[in-house]
């Protein structure tokens, strides 16, 4: 099926024409609705009542100031085919994927769970990983499924409408699971553009710990759409340390949603890494509904080329007495774009918040080029919040002392860009991942 649509004007008659184009390319990939895996009626219900959301909205445009920066050009003039689950994966296509440090691992291909990929499966009174159709309809992680803040947000919502599987994570009151979990999403590309739904719902019951690590990535290069959310609930005293890596192929368009509720005392961690896909979006939603609720978030954007990579995140206090750190740094070479936008929302009842959030971006071509808009909503008269933006360049006199201690230009350039990026990468708990990171990083030239 072709679509054609119309993006370079949007005044006047033109705007409506454009509006119902977008509203009529989202209406055809909820038409291509995969069938859900399995026969779960409470699922069933869960996508029909977010494809009646769905069918109101339509794709947005750089009209709408949330995607203002960030145009869908690349998504909208790419027809779209949903793809029919394949058992040709084997584990060999996945080694490259595979963290030593996890002992359990649970593998979505295109969206959804292949079993025979994944490790450790678990389903126990203490603790339950694998595809949420092996619970029974009464667990608790079926009352907590869509029910996150922004279900009504048009990729949220076409998500849920066309989810396959949900990968679960449920770890039970007071229960410690020291070596990180693994969950592994990927793509295998094929001759024709295709795209897949990724669903995951982790949940950290009272007392509980958990290290999770969200891990996007291909086995090929061809074209493919990755609409991923993921719901993650931090009970009271609960801890998580949750990693996030989007390293889909250059020829990839990549959304995502990122929902988080922090309960009492609870600490969450994230490390947001975004270094593939022609054009990328993560939506990063944090809520804190109870007091001395402790969040860190660190991100890392590196891109080159053509890449558009777009980071928006809030992070919205509901309650007195929590705090939260923020870092978002950018590595930019080429022509590449990349967004920042970067909200923390603090009401009058959040007294003594403690908020910080910084945005830093290395722009190592002329042609490369950020947007970044930090925010803070403050209403509260009694708190401690502070936001900044830098943009710079390398600096030149750092690049000479460097060669005057016997490094060439091009090796002194790509030290200090290492440099820069390992004050988030150092931080990733999995010595591995950040191994391969830091590998990454190294290789690429981005001048």
Not at 231 to 251: F, K, M, P
């Amino acid at each position: 099926m072709t679509i054609q649509i119309v993006t370079n004007s949007e005044s006047g008659n033109a705007g409506v024409d454009a509006r119902h184009d977008r509203a009529l390319y989202l209406a055809n990939l909820l038409q291509q609705r995969p069938p859900l895996v399995g026969n779960s009626p409470e699922l069933q219900a869960i996508r029909d009542r977010a494809l009646s959301v769905a069918h109101e909205l339509a794709i947005p445009s750089p009209r709408d100031e949330e995607w203002r920066f960030t145009s869908l050009s690349a998504l909208l003039e790419t027809t779209f085919q949903l793809i029919a689950p394949t058992d040709a994966v084997s584990m060999a296509d996945i080694e490259p994927f595979i963290l030593p440090e996890a002992d359990i691992r649970l593998v979505m291909v295109d969206g959804v769970v292949v079993p025979a990929l994944c490790q450790g499966l678990v389903v126990s009174d203490h603790l339950v990983v694998g595809d949420v159709t092996v619970l029974p309809s009464h667990h608790p992680v079926f009352s907590h499924l869509a029910m996150q803040s922004g279900a009504e947000e048009v990729f949220t919502a076409l998500n849920t409408a066309c989810l396959q599987s949900v990968g679960v994570v449920w770890v039970a009151a007071q229960g410690s699971i020291v070596a990180p979990i693994h969950l592994l999403s990927l793509s295998t590309g094929r001759e024709v553009p295709t795209v897949s739904y990724p669903r995951w719902l982790i949940m950290a019951e009272p007392n509980s710990s958990v290290t999770i690590v969200e891990d996007y990535g291909c086995l090929g290069e061809q074209r493919h759409f990755t609409n991923a959310v993921t719901e993650l609930w931090v009970g009271a005293r609960a801890r998580v340390n949750h990693t996030r890596v989007q390293r889909d192929s250059q020829a990839a368009i990549h959304i995502g949603k990122t929902a988080i509720s922090q309960a009492q005392d609870a600490y969450y961690s994230c490390y947001a890494i975004s270094i593939g896909s022609q054009l990328s979006r993560h939506n990063l939603n944090v809520t804190l509904t109870g007091e001395q609720a402790s969040t860190t978030v660190e991100g890392l954007t590196v891109i080159n080329g053509e890449q558009l990579a777009d980071t928006h995140s809030a992070i919205v206090f509901t309650k007195p007495h929590s705090t939260s750190q923020q870092l978002h740094k950018c590595i930019v070479g080429d022509r590449a774009h990349a967004v920042f936008n970067g909200k923390v929302v603090v009401p009058k009842v959040a007294q003594l918040t403690d908020a910080s959030q910084l945005s830093r971006t290395l722009l190592l071509s002329p042609r490369a080029r950020v947007d970044t808009k930090p925010q803070l909503e403050i209403t509260a008269d009694n708190v401690k919040c502070s936001h900044g933006a830098t943009v710079s360049q390398l600096d030149a006199d750092e690049i000479f002392y460097l060669q005057s201690r016997g490094l060439d230009q091009s090796t002194a350039a790509k030290l200090l860009i290492y440099a820069f990026a390992a004050e988030v990468i150092d931080h990733i708990p999995v010595r591995s991942l950040a191994t391969a990171l830091t590998q990454h990083i190294r290789q690429h030239s981005y001048l």
